[in-house]
């Protein structure tokens, strides 16, 4: 593959209620550009082309057509090509995808993706419903208040039907991104006060939402942007002497994964109904990604930033990563493998648990937090160890899955 690098870029305060400061789905935009381009060192007339990925824009804020926005904020972008791109919460993943392939054919040398969510403007019930778009409308979720709990709980019961499951590691799972989270100055939930026993199957201080899952191991409905700016080769060498940079600082992305699978869980399930892995097109998207990087398996990585909606979707994804074998996910959270100081952290960052999701930017968030690790600029929440690491982003019910593995280097 072409290599393809990471100029910079930003993202927002997952904290923030954008509604309550009266603020709309640009301004959001607006900002995130504005402090991507700041960041990546570079003026808003080089770039050549924009991809945004966002869910649902249309259903929370009556919005469509956001990639109009880029001339809006910068007159030099009018002309520009744009895309928005939608994979529910792997939109931003499919993003970076596009603007990749712009970047690989040559058409084009440096490309913004950017994306981002505004969800906190409604009331729960109703943003379960726009959500709740990326199920199979009408044949799956069809009588409960929130649909998404209601899938990953009949996951977790898969999981426990072909190999057992044990709460106590859900609940681990759930502690651990908190707690990364409080290290990182953009995560939701940086400031919240947890009482002892919350992490436990206690229902008073942690009560069920739907079968399994209960509200410790859900991931956090925020408002939010990110947006990262990519370069060629070419461009990156050339913006590399004029930031008296080497090359090889630079964070690239060194490989890439995406596959997709029907998009009713229970036909995925059925698929799979033979074999120890729940989803195994989500083990081939990471393993795709580490192995076009070159690598010889998957611990040669230095860690994971992975999609955790739910506590059982980052312990998917340990066994899928192949970091365990399949159903000994618990291993590594037992062993203290996946924690900050373990030797395959996952989620330095707090995760969609402890940072927070909102859906369009969370593959673009995960890109750029890589980016910051590898080249040691991930502040509080950063690893002692981070030359190259790898993504896990999913939407739906595992319908559409991406992966990069993010490094600097050879």
């Known amino acids: 593959m072409s290599h393809v690098y990471i100029l910079g870029g930003a993202q927002t305060d997952f904290a923030r209620n954008w509604a309550r400061e009266g603020l709309e789905i640009y301004d959001m ?3 995130v550009l504005q402090q991507g381009i700041a960041a990546a060192h570079i003026e808003p007339g080089e770039i050549e082309v924009g991809h945004v990925g ?6 929370f804020t009556g ?3 956001i990639n109009g926005f880029f001339g809006q904020v910068y007159p030099e972008l009018a002309g520009i090509p744009t895309a928005r791109h939608e994979a529910a919460c792997a939109s931003g993943s499919i993003a970076i995808l596009s603007a990749m392939r712009d970047i690989e054919a040559g058409h084009y040398d440096v490309a913004c993706v950017l994306g981002l969510e505004l969800m906190r403007n409604v009331d729960g019930k109703t943003g379960a419903e726009h959500l709740g778009a990326a199920r199979w409308l009408g044949h799956e979720a069809n009588t409960c208040e929130f649909p998404w709990p209601h899938m990953f709980d009949r996951i977790t019961r898969e999981y426990d039907r072909r190999h057992g499951i044990s709460s106590d590691h859900l609940n681990a799972i759930a502690e651990i991104n908190f707690g990364n989270a409080k290290n990182n100055p953009n995560a939701q939930t940086r400031g919240w006060n947890f009482p002892e026993g919350c992490f436990s199957d206690n229902d008073e201080l942690n009560p069920v939402i739907d079968g399994a899952v209960r509200k410790m191991d859900c991931g956090q409905i925020t408002d939010g942007a990110a947006c990262v700016v990519l370069a060629s080769e070419k461009a990156a060498r050339a913006h590399a002497a004029r930031q008296g940079l080497k090359l090889e600082d630079i964070p690239r992305i060194k490989g890439w994964g995406h596959h997709s699978a029907p998009i009713l869980l229970e036909t995925k399930l059925q698929l799979s109904q033979d074999q120890p892995l729940l989803f195994p097109h989500a083990r081939a998207t990471l393993d795709d990604a580490w192995q076009r990087a070159g690598f010889s398996s998957l611990t040669d990585l230095d860690g994971l930033e992975t999609h955790d909606c739910f506590t059982v979707t980052e312990y998917m994804a340990i066994d899928h990563s192949g970091l365990t074998a399949p159903g000994e996910s618990w291993k590594a959270v037992e062993e203290g493998r996946i924690t900050r100081d373990g030797d395959f952290p996952i989620n330095p960052s707090g995760g969609l648990i402890g940072l927070g999701h909102p859906v369009g930017a969370t593959g ?3 890109l750029l937090d890589c980016a910051r690790q ?37």
Do not use: H, W
Not at 54 to 59: M, R, S
């Open 374 to 410: 590898v080249s040691g600029q991930a502040g509080e929440y950063q690893l002692a160890k981070a030359e190259n690491m790898i993504t896990f982003n999913v939407g739906g019910s595992t319908t559409t899955c991406a992966s990069f593995v993010v490094g600097v280097g050879a």
């Open 63 to 65: 919005q469509g057509l």
């Open 364 to 366: 673009v968030r995960m």
């Open 54 to 59: 966002n869910f649902v824009g249309d259903l």
């Open 29 to 31: 935009f607006a900002e």
